[in-house]
């Protein structure tokens, strides 16, 4: 089997970025010797976040803080590019604003239609397994990796292995049971929501809503907007929807400065100025979808409608699944208050959690080396630190915000600029690699 320098497992906007840096690059020295890749992708495309793609909705983050252009604001990966391609130019320059989240996806979608280097899609990676030489150094990795629809299996041989396969849904432990038809994380929101069965003629639909999140916002006006029947609870932990922190300062931690500071500083320092920044991208709404959902309360009292409720500062302590509807158990934070809720699907906005060593690399975790609380040792380019008996270079790419900061996992404000550093990094481990093969004596054990 032909060894790539590269395996990829994620073929989203973290691999798609990654693809890009590799591409511009051989297209600007053709006389390097091209690196070879392999992308695999779970999905049957890259598109991004593609049953959250609701009307009206928008990205968080200016336009140009792209795939590519803050790596080369000549890379034809650009969102710049797309508009041009698409023909729509001139009408975005009159739009001002952010861009809406149905215009983003399709040009993540057409990046991914960019490169060269065709992906494999329906493949999902579920090992990353160390291969060893007969002197005992790991310098090959084998990726196993299976179609979700028929379980086929593959094998891909690399140099070198990129995780970026982003972080996982959470679902909070009073939910898991439950999870399924009519209780379901909100990554699979309109796919899930097509899929219900329909009420009882003549009763409307009642959902709810878990979190405080943007995406909580938006699934809350969308529903109370698109459907003028059904009954939306929406259940937070505190006193309501907050805005984010959207001070011009605070947000200069999506700089690439920031990333460097944070790198430098010692893990209780990280967690305090992770503390900080949280404010700036989780569990708020931005002012849009604030003023659209206090209109909608408003509204919804003014006219008496009773169709939007707000139960602040409540929590769920209970689910029982049944045959036509979900019924859950609630308490009031601070009172204790006790209250039980019907409906007929709940929708967790739960947000995500960032594996600290993904499943995948289970096999290479006896060549990893730690620190002292047991993470990965992450170097600045986001590779992760092996032993001296493997040379493979092993990245982790959009799963390391514990080290890199806020700024390194789920925002696309440097996404290009990360896709950039393991690239660099990625050119000089395979110079490397081909030096210890040419020459045995330039190896140098741990990498």
């Known amino acids: 089997m032909h060894v790539k320098d590269l395996v990829v497992a994620g073929f989203g906007p973290s691999g798609i970025s990654l693809a890009a840096a590799v591409e511009d690059h051989d297209d600007a020295h053709p006389q390097d010797p091209a690196l070879t890749a392999a992308y695999l992708e779970r999905a049957a495309d890259s598109a991004w976040q593609p049953y959250l793609v609701l009307p009206g909705t928008d990205i968080q983050h200016h336009f140009l803080r792209d795939l590519a252009t803050p790596r080369d604001a000549a890379s034809r990966f650009g969102f710049v590019p797309f508009l041009q391609q698409s023909g729509r130019f001139y009408e975005f320059t009159l739009l001002g604003g952010y861009v809406s989240r149905l215009e983003w996806s399709s ?4 990046a991914a239609s960019q490169v060269r280097q065709r992906p494999s899609y329906h493949r999902e990676v579920v090992a990353v397994e160390p291969v060893a030489d007969a002197d005992g150094v790991v310098r090959t990795a084998r990726v196993i990796s299976r179609d979700p629809r028929d379980g086929t299996r593959y094998e891909d041989l690399g140099r070198n292995v990129v995780i970026a396969t982003s972080h996982r849904p959470h679902i909070p432990e009073v939910f898991r049971a439950a999870a399924g038809e009519r209780v379901f994380h909100a990554h699979e929101f309109l796919l899930r929501a097509a899929a219900l069965p329909d009420p009882p003629e003549g009763r409307p639909r009642r959902w709810a809503v878990i979190g405080a999140g943007q995406t909580a916002g938006e699934i809350v006006l969308y529903l109370h907007g698109s459907d003028r029947r059904a009954e939306v609870h929406s259940l937070v932990r505190h006193a309501g929807f907050r805005m984010y922190e959207l001070g011009h300062f605070s947000n200069e931690v999506y700089f690439p400065q920031e990333t460097d500071y944070v790198y430098g500083l010692e893990r ?44 602040r500062r409540t929590e769920v302590t209970g689910v029982d699944v049944r045959d036509d509807n979900v019924v859950l158990e609630t308490a009031e934070v601070f009172t204790g208050a006790t209250g039980r809720l019907e409906v007929d699907a709940v929708v ?3 947000g995500y ?22 993470l990965p040792v992450v170097t600045r380019s986001f590779r992760a630190v092996t032993t001296d008996a493997c040379e493979v270079g092993i990245y982790l790419d959009g799963v390391t915000e514990w080290r890199h900061g806020i700024a390194s996992a789920t925002s696309f404000s440097q996404m290009a600029l990360k896709a950039d550093a393991v690239h660099r ?10 030096a210890a093969v040419t020459d045995p004596a330039t190896a140098s054990g741990a990498v």
Do not use: I, K
């Open 268 to 311: 209780e320092a990280r967690d305090r100025v992770m503390e900080q920044a949280r404010a700036t991208n989780y569990a708020a709404v931005d002012p849009d979808v604030s003023t659209a959902l206090y209109a909608a309360s408003y509204q919804d009292g003014l006219t008496g409608t009773h169709r939007l409720s707000m139960h």
């Open 353 to 374: 959690t960032e594996p600290r060593v993904p499943d995948q690399l289970a096999p290479f975790a006896s060549l990893l080396t730690y620190e002292d609380d047991g």
């Open 107 to 110: 040009y993540v979608q057409w």
């Open 348 to 350: 967790l906005c739960t």
């Open 425 to 434: 990094d990625l050119r000089e481990q395979l110079a490397r690699q081909r």
